[in-house]
């Protein structure tokens, strides 16, 4: 039954999908958007591999829909809940690991466990709408609010922010880890998704 279940979220192709994307990472991560919106306060500088870690997520989140979602839900036991709550908790931690993938082609000395927080943090977003929606639109959500904390630390750097940048270097561990827990128990409470999520985006009309 466990093994019905790893094959009806395509397992064999999201390894294949996740090492793609850290090559990815490892090509263009080490980059930086510029936004400078402001006359007053430095330019901000989120790192590309936080948008590698979101594509990821996204991507995995796709491949990882549950197809048999109907069985899943009359299904006795708590396997399919367990199956689920650990689908989400290794599409998280797969999407993270662009961060590391990327490590050995810093600088010397270069601070990088404040991204490997982030792209947790944004990586657990997409996780954690995805059973309220689709993966697109929970990738697509994330990506806005991840540009608009970024707007939002060049304009108002005094702001409180969910993700660290660079000028702080330190990571929102307590923010990461909330919503990995919260998106990993979403992800058990629904089997992958909500009822309206799927009537909505993957019923046969």
């Known amino acids: 039954m466990t093994r019905v279940l790893l ?6 192709w999201v390894l294949l999908a996740a090492v793609a994307m850290w090559a990815l990472a490892v090509a263009i991560g080490r980059r ?3 936004i400078d919106l402001s006359a007053t306060f430095p330019p901000t500088k989120p790192a590309v591999v936080e948008l590698c870690g979101v594509v990821t997520a996204t991507l995995l989140a796709i491949l990882t829909r549950p197809r ?3 069985w899943d ?8 809940r367990a199956v689920a709550a650990a689908v989400a908790a290794s599409v998280i931690g797969l999407s993270a690991l662009c961060v590391p993938a ?5 600088p010397a000395g270069a601070s990088w466990t404040w991204v490997l927080a982030n792209v947790l943090a944004l990586g657990a977003t997409v996780l954690l709408l995805t059973p309220l929606c689709n993966p697109l639109l929970a990738g697509a959500v994330t990506v806005v609010a991840w540009f608009a904390a970024a707007v939002t630390a060049n304009l ?5 922010l969910p993700l660290a940048d660079y000028g702080v270097q330190s990571g929102r561990w307590a923010v990461a880890g909330a919503l990995v827990v919260t998106a990993v128990l979403v992800h058990a409470g629904t089997c992958g998704k909500t009822s309206w999520a799927h009537r909505q985006f993957d019923a046969e009309r």
């Not at 108002?156 to 409180?160: E, F, I, K, M, R």
């Open 7 to 12: 094959a009806s979220r395509s397992a064999q």
């Open 32 to 34: 930086a958007l510029e």
């Open 68 to 70: 048999f979602w109907e």
């Open 73 to 80: 839900r009359i299904a006795r036991g708590a396997r399919p």
């Open 102 to 106: 990327v490590v050995p082609w810093l």
């Open 156 to 160: 108002a750097p005094g702001v409180w």
